[in-house]
């Protein structure tokens, strides 16, 4: 949810090392660089403190509220040490921007959270949530204040910004909790969608994305973005530029889209996707509204296992059956199908004579009898087959549960979560769209 900044994340790249540079990036060229992984937690690097030419009066006006050139030269300072994005002349402008943007959004948030009598954010919830955050990365909230202090940050700035963030954090989780509850049939939806995509292609993606609308044009966008690639194949951590510069709803989750599937992703992005290998960095990829870098994290071939549930009706017939005998048969369990669930097949079955039921359990599918594995594959979840020919006699199949297996396999928790947390960002989002239209913003 917009740009709530990550104390761990923050702590780790104030301690990161630049990695090794790799070449200067080509222009034509999908990939970039290769990404040092090791950049996220690597050991520390002194940073030149930049020189901000900006005055200390106002600059901008939020409905009510003041931003001055002191606001927004602290919140520079933070975007620069938390992402090791070194200043330069060509970047400091988009830097100045995004702190500009930033400051923007935290004043209408702390406006919104004001107006609930109820919502209040202590001293003490703020303390909890530093020292929480300098545990996560082996420190304590002390050194933590020492290391903003050392980058030319005051305490109270990173404060102020934490408490905003928790207030917001509770108002859209307490406002559209209801809203953002994920129904059953979603739920089975999207595991049908994952069983689906598993022998495709998959992709582990990171992504930024810079909105054109929020720069100031698509050429501005393809310039900040080319910056922010340089920036990153010599050692800026990807995961911390893209909480603090994209714009995509993952940016809250340091750019992390997750696994994508072959088919299910932009044309433009899935061209560059596939040329790129693992553990590299593209370059700038225009699209409408503004501009993609990608990071390839992993990639898997999607063959994942595919585990069924299904039981059976059947009538046992040797191979030397006669086709009168398989014709009787087949007629016996046709007039019986319809009438079949996965709850009463078995009982069904065990309440007739010539009958045999039997539970077959979870399997693989590719383990299953031939003449099973269709069914298993296309069967509508809860459906009953018809007749099925094996040595063995005549069966009818019911499919009662279908999930992808192996470890990466997502389990109906996971999906939900998933699902959740998508609705409730882009509640958030239109949330914080509709604040920043009702406002009057003036920048001097």
């Known amino acids: 949810m917009g740009l709530r900044v990550s104390t761990a994340v923050f702590v780790a790249a104030m301690l990161a090392t630049p990695a090794l540079a790799q070449n200067a990036p080509t222009q034509g060229q999908t990939a970039a ?9 690597a050991p520390p690097a002194p940073t030149a403190e930049p020189q901000f030419q900006l005055a200390d009066g106002i600059v901008a006006t939020v409905n009510d509220a003041i931003i001055t050139g002191f606001d927004v030269r602290q919140r520079m300072l933070m975007l620069i040490a938390m992402t090791q994005v070194q200043p330069t002349q060509e970047n400091l402008p988009a830097i100045q921007q995004q702190a500009l943007n930033a400051l923007v959004d ?4 702390a406006a919104e959270i004001a107006r609930f009598d109820s919502l209040v954010i202590s001293d003490e919830d703020v303390d909890r949530e530093l020292a929480d955050m300098a545990q996560q990365v082996g420190t304590t909230a002390e050194n933590y204040i020492e290391y903003l202090s050392e980058a030319g940050i005051r305490p109270s700035t990173l404060r102020e910004q934490m408490r905003v963030d928790i207030g917001w954090r509770e108002l859209v989780g307490g406002r559209f909790a ?20 598993a022998s495709k292609p998959q992709y582990l993606v990171g992504e930024i994305f810079i909105e054109a609308a929020r720069v100031g044009g698509q050429q501005a966008a393809m310039t900040g973005a080319q910056q922010l690639v340089n920036q990153m194949v010599q050692g ?7 909480r603090q510069f994209s714009s995509a709803p993952s940016a809250a989750q340091g750019g992390d889209a997750g696994w994508l599937v072959q088919g299910t992703i932009n044309p433009q992005l899935q061209t560059a996707i596939e040329a790129l290998e693992v553990g590299q960095l593209s370059n700038p990829i225009p699209v409408e509204g ?8 992993d990639k898997r071939t999607g063959l994942a296992t595919n585990l ?9 017939l040797p191979e030397t059956a006669t086709e009168a005998e398989v014709e009787a048969a087949s007629a016996r369990l046709t007039a019986l199908q319809p009438q079949l669930t996965c709850d009463t097949i078995l009982t069904r079955a065990r309440s007739e004579s010539g009958l045999l039921g039997t539970d077959l359990g ?11 594995q269709q069914i298993a594959r296309s069967g509508e979840i809860g459906s009953v087959s018809g007749p099925v020919r094996t040595p063995l006699g005549l069966h009818l199949i019911a499919v009662c549960g279908r999930r992808i297996g192996g470890p990466e396999a997502p389990t109906r928790q996971e999906i939900e979560f998933r699902l959740r947390s998508a609705n409730l960002s882009m ?14 913003i003036e920048t001097k």
């Open 308 to 316: 069924v549930s299904l039981k059976q009706v059947m009538i046992e």
């Open 236 to 242: 800026a951590p990807f995961q911390a530029v893209a």
């Open 427 to 440: 509640l958030a989002r239109r949330y914080m769209r509709d604040l920043r239209a009702d406002a009057l």
């Open 178 to 197: 209801s809203r953002a509850r994920v129904g059953q049939a979603q739920i089975d939806q999207a595991l049908r969608q994952a069983n689906e995509a």
């Open 106 to 109: 935290e004043r209408l948030r």
């Open 362 to 372: 979870e399997a693989d599918v590719q383990n299953l009898a031939p003449q099973f």
């Open 290 to 297: 503004g501009v993609y870098i990608i990071y390839l994290r």
């Open 33 to 41: 660089g290769a990404l040092n992984p090791g950049a996220e937690s």
